[in-house]
């Protein structure tokens, strides 16, 4: 009966389900007795906006129109549009729930995107086709591949100069996606003990070429309370990145790993973490190890502190290079709502260079991690 809840809520298209046997006077002679599922309908058509700011990434808005059922199997059909400095995008998704199979979701979704990073610009059409097995209350695992033409003006590193080369490319880009997600956290917003592992596999063709660059990540998530009932929670997070099979040269720079930010070395812009080119452009990388450490405190019934260190480092070779390492530190306050906390961290890089801002202020919802 659990699990027949789920299935239904996993489709997203209802507002509440209820699951529940019959009373017993309803029992038949081999003494089975009816379930009865109540469900309340989320409205077919859902528009949501949203604004955002960040200091390094600058303002944002976004807008999504969703359809629900719009096919008449509980699948739901999304349009959305973002404009940033950074990231804009337009694009759909449709998800099939329990395609097939029960428990398993088929993803479709096609955008046009714009980035403009420190790093690189790109113009690109992506398409994409996933699937992703539940096979546990919160653990999946997905296969899937993905299709993406576009233009690309980097600021990449020449080895024969050893200087920055500017350069514009035509790329099409053939990608195999597999990865998967191991949950046993009590709670995805605000775990209070538990673990998580997640990992992912790439294989790509880049240009029609032979050139195979099978991008691998690995990240996992430690929580163990220490004192009774949570109150304090010591948390560790720890991410693990390489490319193997292919020159730094020849993999498109949004393929690269880049550290810094909010998601992962705190205190640093983003991108703002690892090796730089003489003009000071983010240069990237074929590997990236980094790792976090927070103390999570109650204070009374709804509001939390957190003191933290991150650290992080991007290398040219397959395997990670800690020579290089950076690390940001700072603390936090949590607000608790019922769906989860907000947080707002202050963060300082510690190995400050030229460029890098003395603090970094992070707002959002859900702990780091």
């Given at each position: 009966m659990a699990e027949l809840e789920r299935r239904l809520l996993e489709t997203g298209v209802y507002d509440g389900v209820g699951v529940a046997l019959a009373p017993a006077d309803q029992t038949d002679d081999q003494g089975l007795r009816p379930i009865i599922v109540t469900l309340t309908d989320r409205p077919r058509r859902i528009l949501e906006a949203g604004v955002s700011y960040s200091t390094t990434e600058g303002a944002g808005v976004d807008g999504i129109w969703t359809w629900h059922n719009r096919f008449g199997r509980a699948d739901t059909l999304r349009f959305l549009a973002r404009a940033a400095r950074i990231d804009s995008r337009i694009g759909a998704e449709l998800s099939l729930p329990h395609w097939r199979r029960p428990g398993q979701t088929l993803s479709l979704a096609s955008a046009a995107v714009y980035e403009d990073t420190d790093a690189y610009e790109r113009t690109a059409i992506n398409l994409s086709a996933d699937l992703r097995q539940r096979f546990d209350r919160t653990s999946w695992y997905s296969y899937g591949v993905g299709l993406e033409g576009g233009l690309y003006n980097e600021t990449r590193f020449d080895p024969i100069t050893r200087g920055p080369v500017d350069v514009e490319r035509d790329l099409v880009i053939l990608t195999g996606r597999g990865g998967f997600n191991l949950d046993r956290s009590n709670d995805p917003l605000d775990p209070r003990r538990g673990w998580r592992l997640s990992g992912s596999a790439q294989p790509t063709a880049v240009t029609g070429d032979a050139t195979s660059i099978p991008a691998r990540r690995c990240d996992g998530h430690g929580l163990p309370p220490l004192q009774d009932e949570g109150r304090t929670v010591l948390a560790g997070r720890l991410?693990?990145?390489?490319?193997?099979?292919?020159?730094?040269?020849v993999v498109p720079s949004d393929r690269l790993f880049y550290s810094g930010g909010g998601g992962s070395v705190r205190g640093y812009a983003y991108q703002g973490v690892g090796p730089r080119l003489t003009d000071n452009t983010p240069r990237g990388g074929l590997s990236l190890f980094e790792a976090s450490v927070e103390v999570r405190r109650d204070i009374g019934e709804n509001f939390g502190a957190v003191?933290?260190?991150?650290?992080?480092?991007?290398?040219?070779?397959e395997t990670p290079n800690l020579s290089n390492m950076r690390y940001g530190a700072g603390f936090g306050v949590r607000y608790r709502l019922p769906f989860g906390p907000i947080r707002a961290d202050v963060a300082f890089p510690l190995d400050k260079r030229e460029g890098d801002a003395d603090f970094q202020l992070y707002i959002s919802i859900g702990q780091a991690f």
């Open positions: 991410r693990v990145g390489s490319i193997v099979g292919a020159e730094e040269f003191v933290f260190v991150d650290g992080g480092a991007v290398g040219f070779e």
